[in-house]
């Protein structure tokens, strides 16, 4: 069974690498701090509107430490039209202190230092690490690469935990870090939620 997985994970790895040639996030910054704060802010959010709120919240928020010292109904505010907006405030802040306080302001480069980050899990990790240092531990798995992984039947878990530990049984562990952008590029173009999947260029790949 995993070897059919795998040889069906290859094709399709094969088929994005095709529709997607350049890979990479949607998110708009330019510190590691600014994609950190824009990944903990896209859970439950679209990128697109996470790009629209940090255009004027990276204006604001220049530094680690302006977002350290941010008040905190003053930073609701700025993030009030996404959602869980109250509770990322709140991880912000948090988080922007112990960047600022215990590692000087730069972003930790190993994943068990950033899990413990107040609203960092492994998804916004795995991003962190691949985008900012190079470092692949592992598959970000957002809603796309949840839905499309259980649509192809490369998983039949729902807990992204165990979907980035299946697809990384069989998954080279060189296309970890692309798989993630070139899933999320695919389900935003052509494999939406509730899609019919008429015109979805790897619909050959569902249920089988």
């Known amino acids: 069974m995993k070897k059919s997985r795998r040889q069906k994970a290859l094709k399709i790895v094969k088929e994005l690498k095709k529709l997607f040639?350049?890979?990479?996030?949607?998110?708009?910054?330019?510190?590691p701090f600014e994609l950190l704060v824009a990944v903990i802010l896209s859970a439950r959010n679209t990128d697109k509107k996470v790009n629209e709120i940090?255009?004027?919240?990276?204006?604001?928020?220049?530094?680690?430490?302006?977002?350290?010292?941010?008040?905190?109904?003053?930073?609701?505010?700025?993030?009030?039209?996404?959602?869980?907006?109250?509770?990322?405030?709140?991880?912000?802040?948090?988080?922007?202190?112990?960047i600022s306080e215990n590692y000087s302001g730069e972003i930790p480069k190993r994943m068990d230092e950033l899990i413990k980050l107040p609203g960092v899990g492994r998804k916004t990790a795995n991003i962190i690490l691949?985008?900012?240092?190079?470092?692949?531990?592992?598959?970000?798995v957002d809603t796309h690469v949840t839905r499309l992984?259980?649509?192809f039947g490369l998983t039949k878990n729902s807990d992204p935990n165990k979907i980035e530990k299946d697809l990384m049984e069989i998954i080279p562990k060189e296309e970890w870090f692309d798989f993630t952008n070139r899933m999320?590029?695919?389900?935003?173009l052509y494999c939406p939620a509730h899609c019919r999947h008429t015109q979805?260029?790897?619909?050959?790949?569902?249920?089988?």
């Open 21 to 31: 040639p350049t890979s990479k996030t949607a998110l708009v910054y330019s510190t």
């Open 54 to 98: 940090t255009k004027k919240l990276f204006e604001k928020y220049e530094t680690v430490d302006d977002f350290k010292n941010a008040n905190i109904r003053g930073l609701e505010k700025d993030l009030s039209q996404l959602g869980l907006f109250r509770q990322k405030a709140k991880f912000i802040k948090e988080t922007a202190k112990i």
């Open 130 to 140: 691949g985008n900012i240092y190079g470092i692949v531990e592992g598959i970000a």
């Open 149 to 151: 992984s259980k649509l």
């Open 184 to 188: 999320i590029a695919y389900g935003r």
């Open 200 to 208: 979805c260029p790897l619909k050959r790949y569902i249920g089988i």
